[in-house]
């Protein structure tokens, strides 16, 4: 099982071969087209992230001692970004997902994304996969 | 015939780069650029004589009163309003709305009506909800039709003589429908209700002669029309603002203060409560004074060129739907792509260093109508050209191809 510092390293390698911004955008565009679907009947209200111009869902659950994130949002490029944290934080203990910094996100060229004034709301994203995380474990205990 | 490219050497910031691209602007609906001569206005205010208004006796003190209420002047002159103590001069276009729904709280009982469009932005809606539940007066909207029109068969059954205000926007921010406010005054008018028009997108396109019009409150912001953020003005009849009550308590409001009785000053200062935006008020006149110069009818010209133009080139590109597609409208093209949300086409295009507006603009009862998340907004200005454009059409052309 990778950590999430080794998936973190993976997906910076996996940027670093892109020369511009449109390979970038095309590769996060592609990545949303295969995000992993949230099941509907999670599509609901309680499960809207608020914060984002387009609107998100995610859903959380708990497999043995990971948690598992499915998600979906109306826009395509919020896909590419989500299925990127999804990447990184599904099937991780809780505890895993608390401490985890996310420079990495930085370094893949995705810095202006993480304004929290940013519309798209990657920071609300972040949190709310967080708080998920600290809920679980509070739970585990 | 106005020279875009000549004109665009008066604002520095449209020869920056964006994201390592020559900027194109087209938020102008949200706020416009500003122009040099401004930018000095701005400047020297701060550099030569800044100071408190109305109260010193120095000599600093004395121009800075000088220049505001000269710009005061400006206004009064632009908009064509009787008196110049019938400018108010607030923190924009939000400010005067609030003002003016605050003093009708006296003015209104249980069973009043109130009568908005349902082309309003949210600002515009929000503050006569409040109103209503301070009062009990209900709120009447006004629908619009499949182009993004007001039905004014539908005004005019609305209208009673429970009517006591009708407020609609003279242009609609999301859709660049221009309203017909005429007539929507004159037969408010006939049922005894005064009227409030927002010109927040007007202004910059359009000089409203607010006599003829014979309108009771008009509300601006300059950030729209060349000048700075966080300074507007309210204009209001005399004898409307005379029944309003003060907006704020505060310095320059007042007349006389004992801790018995307060008397109020004249107009319009019983609505200026504290010290103003003094450099912004000053920077107004001269945004004022720039458009101005460069002549209202010209830039409408010039302007419905560039809307026609876009118009056709956007809709060479197949599955892309304009919104608000009214004979009678301004230079802003509301539009979306097939299949694909305003967001991404909005996040490519800004990669190509072109800025729009994505989203629902504040007007989430129009997108409702249309049932859609929001829309991509370009809106043009008289400093845009049609290269600008012909660089739109080719950013949204890639932005499909990408996101398809």
């Given at each position: 099982m990778q950590t999430i510092k080794e998936i973190q390293e993976e997906i910076i390698d996996e940027f670093?071969?892109?020369?511009?911004w449109e390979e970038r955008y095309q590769y996060m565009i592609d990545l949303g087209k295969d995000l992993p679907l949230i099941d509907e009947q999670y599509k609901t209200e309680d499960h809207i992230i608020k914060g984002c111009q387009s609107k998100v869902w995610v859903h959380a659950e708990l497999q043995d001692d990971k948690i598992a994130f499915t998600a979906d949002s109306d826009a395509i490029i919020t896909k590419g970004i989500i299925a990127i944290l999804i990447r990184v934080f599904s099937n991780q203990q809780p505890s895993e997902i608390i401490e985890a910094n996310t420079d990495f996100i930085d370094e893949i060229g995705l810095k202006e994304h993480l304004s929290p004034t940013r519309a798209n709301g990657l920071v609300s994203m972040i949190k709310q996969l967080k708080m998920y995380a600290i809920a679980y474990q509070t739970q585990l205990k | 015939m106005l020279n875009a490219d000549h004109i665009?050497?008066?604002?520095?910031?449209?020869s920056r780069q964006v994201n390592g691209k020559p900027l194109v602007y087209f938020d102008n609906a949200a706020t416009s650029q500003t122009p040099q001569q401004v930018i000095d206005v701005i400047v020297d205010y701060y550099s030569n004589y800044n100071a408190n208004i109305h109260r010193g006796v120095h000599t600093l003190s004395q121009e800075a009163t000088d220049k505001y209420e000269a710009a005061r002047n400006t206004i009064q002159k632009h908009f064509n309003a009787?008196?110049?103590?019938e400018i108010i001069l607030t923190a924009g276009t939000t400010e005067s709305i609030n003002l003016v729904a605050q003093g009708f709280t006296s003015l209104l009982k249980e069973g009043d009506e109130i009568i908005v469009s349902a082309l309003e932005h949210h600002s515009n809606i929000v503050p006569w909800q409040m109103l209503c539940e301070r009062t009990g007066a209900v709120l009447k909207v006004i629908p619009m039709n499949l182009e993004g029109e007001l039905i004014m068969e539908a005004y005019n059954a609305l209208l009673s003589d429970r009517t006591k205000l009708v407020f609609v926007n003279h242009i609609s921010n999301a859709l660049g429908t221009i309203n017909p406010i005429e007539y929507i005054i004159e037969k408010a008018h006939a049922v005894g209700a005064a009227v409030l028009i927002d010109g927040a997108q007007s202004c910059p396109h359009i000089k409203p002669d607010v006599q003829a019009l014979d309108v009771d409150f008009y509300v601006a912001s300059a950030h729209k029309m060349c000048g700075p953020t966080g300074v507007g003005l309210l204009y209001g009849k005399e004898e409307w603002l005379n029944k309003l009550p003060p907006y704020q308590g505060g310095g320059e409001m007042i007349d006389q203060v004992s801790f018995e009785k307060t008397t109020y000053a004249g107009?319009?200062?019983?609505?200026?409560?504290?010290?103003?935006n003094i450099c912004g008020g000053i920077a107004f006149g001269a945004a004022v004074d720039y458009m101005n110069a460069i002549g209202f009818e010209a830039i409408a010209t010039y302007e419905n060129e560039l809307l026609a133009y876009g118009t056709q080139r956007l809709l060479e590109i197949e599955g892309l739907k304009i919104y608000?597609?009214?004979?009678?409208?301004?230079?802003v093209i509301s539009f979306n792509l097939e299949g694909i949300h305003p967001y991404d086409v909005g996040t490519l295009l800004d990669k190509m260093g072109i800025a729009v507006r994505t989203g629902h603009h504040c007007t989430q009862p129009i997108m409702d109508f249309f049932k859609i998340p929001g829309t991509v907004r370009a809106s043009f200005s008289f400093y845009n050209t049609k290269a600008e454009i012909d660089a739109l059409v080719e950013g949204v052309k890639k932005a499909k191809m990408m996101l398809s």
């Open positions: 670093s071969m892109f020369e511009d | 665009r050497k008066d604002f520095p910031i449209l009787k008196h110049n103590y107009l319009p200062h019983k609505f200026e409560a504290g010290t103003p608000g597609t009214s004979a009678n409208k301004t230079s």
